[in-house]
């Protein structure tokens, strides 16, 4: 059974930190691509940033040199440090692996605002 357990999320003032965390599992975790994806209220999910299985990475515009995403293959875990954050990074946070099939997380919401 595959399972991505996010983690991480919460409420946090403008221009401050969090950390998420994916933990996955069920999968051959260093074979698959990891994404983050975020969706807000109204709006339809976006990708936010990606890490292949080789470790290449991209972003959406709108995130890039405030987020960084890595992860642990030993520790089947993919990480987005999200830095700066602004208002208009509130959402659901979800977690993404990708090879043959898609998986999701069930999400973690992280809400900026003062």
């Known amino acids: 059974q595959v399972q991505l357990v996010e983690s991480g999320g919460g409420l946090v003032q403008p221009g401050g930190s969090l950390r998420l965390s994916c933990a996955a599992s069920?999968?051959?975790?260093?074979?698959?691509?990891m994404s983050w994806y975020r969706q807000a209220p109204g709006k339809q999910r976006e990708l936010v940033a990606t890490i292949t299985s080789g470790g290449s990475t991209n972003y959406a515009d709108s995130v890039k040199g405030r987020f960084t995403i890595s992860r642990d293959n030993a520790k089947n875990t993919v990480y987005l440090q999200m830095n700066s954050l602004k208002p208009e990074d509130t959402a659901v946070y979800y977690c993404?692996?990708?090879?043959?099939?898609?998986?999701w997380g069930q999400g973690t919401q992280v809400t900026v605002s003062s």
């Open positions: 993404n692996a990708a090879y043959r099939w898609h998986y």
């Open positions: 069920g999968i051959i975790f260093s074979s698959y691509d």
